[in-house]
């Protein structure tokens, strides 16, 4: 997510022509990758926000679903702060009482891991109260019949009883997107890092959808990207699936295409490798890697189930990392190699709205320092394959305009000179005199037919639930002061840097003998890990939340549960089952130092969650009843959720 387009094009086209594997991923991974997933099923194309950042000061409602922007992009807050002083409602969905949602008209805050379920209710609420946009569905899309079945069973009562978030305001939520002039629903990462993530940002497509908002003005889907090159990462060939100009790895055109580009024959380039947990899960096992290179990343503080990656790191023949400073993964490796850092070189960088940007440099590296560019450059040279690639960032561009034309994400249009003279230049821009695409879908959707895909998803209990054991429920997010593994913002000295915190509810808090700043260790089937405790009612009772910016005894994923989406493959960050005890008070600030006993890692496994048939689901109180070939009427109410039928209220 912080490295230049240009860098990104030539890491994949290393991986395949330099060392002429299989295995790469990005970090985006752990990001973004569910809501690109579902929007390209749905949409036909990948691009977190649809329209400028500038409409969301124009739209009248907005919902933001796990999104917290006031602490996680203040500069974004602007076009926020403007719409509110317009007169905008805004609706915030988080289990805490973030700073965003302090500033909402109304603030739901469902049980971790019920997104899915609260999603489908709103959308059950829209057909049954009359807020569909008819013309819309019938004229834009195809699939809804589908949909309208899979959430008729989502009745309000039973989506407040599963998410926790009460009827009235799931219909003040519907009313106010309806009936608003302009609206949007933004999703990020609380609703997406679950090992549903993919149904769950499909379910609020389906929503958008239904109402009618993509490429209607100020109003859509969107996602919010939370790293500068979140988006420009994610489209010219890092992923283990990918080629540039967001292009499949498997497609016979898309190699041809390429492969003339870079010079190869099409049959050189490898097919399509496994995801970064699943790459990282099987190092040093049979036929897995068994020499890394990680390319500006912490895996051993951002990667799920922390201790598994760090007994997998040390099974490899040799380990090998690039960064800035001397991170908790550079710590583990055989060989480092330093490299300038981001205002020490010049590249473009593709923000959340699909604007190719330009970074300049502020000033040179040290001497003797390389670039990424350079670097990959001279290890190319060294490994025979030199002849393929570029240490100039303007020739990379120029060779990545030429990758990526006819793709989805075609920059063949744009210029060093045009980014300068238009202040940045949105893809797709397929020629030079091409005005670019500030906003998608106002006539047609990239798919075969022009159409957007309602898609049908049910709502499942998160991978793992509380017990006896383990009787709460974990989250984790990012803190204003902090950005990413901490890597360079714990480098900071004073007030800039709290110690790293748990936050839970005073209920909970006084349950547990805990006080404000006492020392907590937090436990799961993974890990455990020590925090300070802060004492807040903006939590649900239920709920522990910690911040994963730091390792060592505070590694937060230590804890994670890294079960995979079957579809993007993002592992469950933001849900699992957590037991608390307090371990010392205030003043044992030796115990954030100590690293915690930790359980045994298991023996190798990297199995996705996967849907279970409609034939073998349970039906219990967290999911709603499966449909049945036959209809049944039903006065009790009480019922629904309970036993699998469809059946008719006592309204009908």
């Not at 409602?61 to 992009?73: E, F, K, R, W």
């Not at 946009?133 to 989502?154: C, H, L, M, N, P």
């Not at 219990?620 to 209220?649: C, D, E, V, Y």
């Amino acid at each position: 997510g912080g490295l230049t387009n240009e860098k990104a094009y030539a890491l994949g086209k290393f991986a395949r022509v330099g060392l002429r594997t299989a295995m790469i991923d990005y970090n985006g991974r752990f990001c973004m990758s569910s809501a690109a997933t579902a929007g390209n099923k749905a949409f036909g194309v990948d691009r977190g926000l649809p329209f400028p950042l500038a409409d969301v000061a124009e739209a009248a409602a907005i919902l933001l679903v796990g999104s917290n922007p006031a602490d996680t992009m203040p500069p974004a807050m602007q076009y926020f702060d403007q719409a509110r002083a317009n007169g905008a409602r805004h609706i915030v969905i988080d289990p805490r009482r973030t700073s965003t949602a302090e500033g909402a008209c109304l603030h739901l805050a469902p049980v971790p891991g019920t997104d899915l379920a609260l999603a489908n209710g709103l959308l059950h609420i829209a057909i049954r109260e009359g807020y569909l946009d008819q013309a819309y569905i019938a004229e834009r899309t195809t699939g809804f019949a589908a949909v309208k079945a899979a959430v008729s069973s989502y009745w309000p009562d039973w989506v407040e009883r599963t998410t926790g978030v009460p009827v009235a305001d799931l219909r003040e939520t519907v009313r106010t997107l309806a009936t608003a002039p302009s609206a949007m629903i933004l999703t990020a990462r609380g609703a997406e890092q679950h090992s549903n993530g993919t149904d769950t940002a499909q379910a609020f497509i389906n929503l958008a959808l239904a109402l009618g908002l993509p490429g209607k003005w100020a109003s859509g889907y969107g996602t919010v990207t939370g790293q500068g090159n979140g988006q420009g990462g994610r489209e010219h060939g890092q992923k283990a699936d990918q080629l540039p100009g967001y292009r499949r790895l498997d497609d016979p055109a898309a190699r041809a295409h390429v492969a003339g580009v870079w010079g190869i024959d099409p049959d050189e380039l490898p097919m399509p490798g496994r995801s970064a947990f699943e790459m990282l899960d099987r190092l040093g096992t049979d036929g897995g890697v068994r020499t890394l290179l990680v390319l500006a990343s912490n895996v051993v503080v951002s990667a799920p189930d922390a201790n598994r990656i760090r007994h997998r790191l040390a099974a490899l023949d040799t380990l090998v990392v690039s960064d800035i400073f001397l991170s908790e993964t550079a710590m583990l490796a055989d060989v480092v190699l330093p490299t300038a850092q981001w205002a020490e070189e010049e590249g473009t960088m593709t923000n959340l709205e699909g604007r190719v940007i330009r970074r300049k440099m502020a000033l040179p590296p040290p001497d003797g320092v390389l670039d990424d560019l350079q670097m990959i450059t001279e290890l190319a040279t060294r490994l025979g394959r030199g002849q393929y690639f570029s240490d100039k960032p303007a020739e990379v561009f120029e060779e990545l305009r030429r990758a990526s034309a006819g793709g989805v994400a075609d920059y063949s249009g744009i210029t060093y000179d045009r980014i300068e003279t238009e202040q940045g230049v949105f893809w797709p821009c397929p020629s030079i005199d091409h005005p670019g695409t500030p906003r998608l879908f106002t006539d047609t959707f990239p798919t075969p037919d022009g159409r957007a895909r309602f898609i049908p998803v049910i709502h499942r209990a998160p991978a793992e639930t509380p017990d006896p054991t383990y009787p709460y429920v974990l989250t984790t997010g990012r803190l204003l002061q902090q950005y990413q593994s901490g890597t360079q913002t714990r480098r900071l000295g004073g007030t800039m840097v709290p110690d790293p915190h748990v936050q839970l509810h005073p209920n909970l808090a006084r349950a547990l003998s805990i006080e404000a700043s006492d020392m907590v260790e937090l436990r799961t089937r993974r890990g455990a890990a020590v925090f300070r405790a802060q004492i807040t009612d903006a939590i649900r009772p239920e709920v522990l939340f910690v911040p994963f910016h730091w390792g060592g005894a505070s590694n937060a994923n230590s804890l994670t549960d890294p079960a995979l989406d079957p579809y993007s493959k993002m592992p469950e960050f933001k849900v699992c089952a957590v037991a608390a005890t307090r371990i010392g008070g205030p003043d044992d600030t030796h115990l954030l130092a100590a690293l915690p006993s930790q359980p045994d890692v298991l023996p190798f496994r990297s199995l996705p969650i996967t849907p279970r048939s409609p034939a073998r689901r349970r039906t219990t109180r967290t999911r709603p009843p499966n449909q049945k070939g036959t209809s049944m009427h039903s006065k009790n109410r009480f019922l629904q959720g309970i036993f699998p039928f469809t059946g008719a209220g006592v309204d009908k």
